[in-house]
């Protein structure tokens, strides 16, 4: 792994307008103390998800400009082949995760969404759904083991561009640890929809229920834009 990788990674995989917007405000010095962790993992034969390919992909697939929404997850999934740049999202061709299945669940009790039979969210990616999580590197098996390496002063810059930046952002934040990314937000003239995260541990306490993807699309519609189709290919 050379210096400066990461900070490679975002400039090709970032859209233009996110580029424009960020990389006046992260040098490639910003990335270092995460590159430091990525490379110990690599010395000790420790995966890292998702590959430095896919980190950046939500900002590949839904640009500045385009975002209407955005889901802000926490870390990415901590097993193999599951993670893939896109907060709560998984390859076609893997099992639907436990926080994942209740995100169906309430989609399809909400707008009478048949369950997906796949956890492929890169179709709400490129409707404007930014799918975030505020740490972007995870290593195998050990959630939360990139935290406080400088992914969510990252993060923080995202959301305070878009904030600044875009007319109107729904944003989605499930759980206290997404909450706390409030601050970054222009709340008087942004829609923050705060709520309980998916998790199997707590989606019972509020999340089903809350109907949170027609409360997306009311809200949408009420600003003058269009509603984010959330059907999903079986």
């Known amino acids: 792994m050379e ?14 307008d ?7 405000e992260f040098s490639p010095s910003d990335f270092s103390k995460i590159e430091e962790q990525l490379r110990i993992d690599s010395m000790a034969g420790v995966s890292v998800y998702p590959p430095v390919s896919q980190i950046f992909r939500s900002l590949t697939l839904t640009p500045l400009n385009d975002v209407k929404c955005v889901i802000l997850g926490q870390d990415p999934y901590h097993q193999p082949n599951q993670a893939m740049g896109l907060s ?4 076609s061709d893997v099992k639907i995760p436990p926080s994942l299945r209740n995100i169906f669940k309430e989609l399809e009790a909400d707008l009478m969404i048949e369950t997906p039979k796949n956890g ?4 709400w990616a490129c409707q404007g759904v930014l799918l975030l999580n505020s740490i972007l590197t995870v290593s195998d098996s050990s959630p939360l ?9 990252f993060v923080e810059m995202i959301l305070t561009r878009l904030s600044i930046q875009n007319p109107f952002v729904i944003f989605v934040l499930w759980g206290k640890p997404a909450q ?7 709340e008087s003239k942004h829609f923050i929809l705060r709520g309980v995260h998916p ?3 707590s989606a019972h306490r509020g999340f089903l229920g809350s109907k949170p993807f027609s409360k997306i699309n009311n809200s ?7 509603p984010i189709d959330w059907r999903l290919k079986s």
């Open 3 to 16: 210096e400066g990788f990461l900070f490679k990674a975002f400039s090709e995989q970032a859209s233009a």
């Open 18 to 24: 996110w580029k424009l917007a960020l990389l006046n």
């Open 88 to 91: 709560f999202s998984v390859p």
């Open 120 to 123: 492929d969210l890169t179709p």
């Open 145 to 153: 083991s990139h935290q406080k390496l400088g992914w969510e002063r």
């Open 180 to 186: 706390r990314f409030a601050d970054c937000i222009d």
């Open 199 to 201: 998790s199997p541990l």
């Open 220 to 226: 949408l519609l009420a600003h003058g834009k269009s």
